[in-house]
């Protein structure tokens, strides 16, 4: 398997106001040509913090992002990133959002961006929604428009950070059944951060669990045993299914931050000095 993309010993530290703050330490993973990687850890853990590093939105403080053997040392056509917020120019229509995006091709002619723009919207299933504004569309129909603008640029890399965790649970599968046709069409090699454990059971090759923060790290690496050209259902009736995602969930369980206090934490907390 060749390897395209490679992290190694990547490490993001914050200044913040109380000092300097290790989000993610000696992050080192390989990513093969095509593949299908989650990115799956606890919220808060550094998912995001990666992520943006791969996409060059944001440099390491050490280590590196690997691409074809070349350091990353800022964004790149070949790497397009989604949101977890479609972040659309509000005063374009959804197809002027995705023919912008088309235009940062060299030598493309206005005609040629506006087919491009078409054939992603029409891919991702929103065309008949080309001539609306944003704002008049539903969230889900908006990461379409995103999903449809990123494949635009024509990147080889699709870096999707949590683009479904806003949307209901049902607009949230037809989404990713949408993504998982594209990307079975497609050559594309897709990092996708997430804390959905069963939409990176159905929609990744490969598993990247990582430690909570401070100082997130890869704790393991899981390879997703079901067979391509997947459906939910027969994913979800995989004998190995709760097997895999018992062992995601011991993982996180195990790796939860202790000292973070959680809601009900503190309601019990209240609960005691009340009585
Ligand atoms: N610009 C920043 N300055 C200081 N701390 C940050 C900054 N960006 C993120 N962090 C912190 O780094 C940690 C990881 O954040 P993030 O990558 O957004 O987590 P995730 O995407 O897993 O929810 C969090 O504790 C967050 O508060
Ligand atoms: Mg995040």
């Given at each position: ?124 299933g ?21 999903v ?5 640029l ?15 649970s ?24 997430t ?77 005691a000095?009340?009585?």
């Amino acid at each position: 398997m060749s390897v395209p993309l490679e992290l190694t010993g990547l490490t993001k530290v914050f200044e913040t106001t109380s000092g300097l703050f290790v989000a993610v330490k000696d992050v080192n993973a390989k990513v093969g040509a095509g593949e299908f990687v989650a990115i799956l850890g606890h919220s808060g853990c550094g998912k995001s913090t990666v992520l943006s590093m791969i996409a060059g939105l944001a440099p390491p403080t050490y280590g590196g992002v690997i691409v074809d053997g070349t350091e990353v040392v800022g964004p790149g056509a070949e790497r397009a990133i989604v949101f977890q917020s479609p972040c659309l120019l509000p005063w374009l229509t959804a197809r002027e959002n995705v023919r912008l995006a088309a235009a940062q091709r060299p030598g493309t002619t206005g005609r040629q961006q506006r087919a491009t723009a078409d054939h992603y919207l029409d891919l991702l299933g929103v065309l008949q929604d080309a001539d609306q504004a944003p704002g008049k569309l539903s969230l889900g129909t908006q990461q379409c428009v995103s999903v449809a603008r990123a494949l635009s640029l024509q990147p080889r890399f699709l870096l999707l950070d949590e683009p479904f965790s806003q949307l209901d649970s049902l607009t949230r599968f037809e989404l990713q059944d949408i993504l998982l046709r594209v990307w079975e069409e497609s050559d594309k090699t897709v990092v996708m951060v997430t804390h959905d454990v069963d939409e990176a059971l159905y929609l990744a090759d490969r598993l990247i669990l990582m430690t909570d923060g401070p100082e997130a790290t890869v704790g393991e690496s899981l390879v997703v045993p079901f067979p391509r050209r997947r459906r939910r259902a027969s994913v979800l009736g995989h004998p190995e299914y709760h097997r895999c995602r018992r062992r995601v969930i011991d993982f996180l369980e195990h790796h939860a931050h202790q000292s973070r206090p959680t809601v009900l934490d503190d309601l019990i907390r209240r609960r005691a000095v009340m009585h």
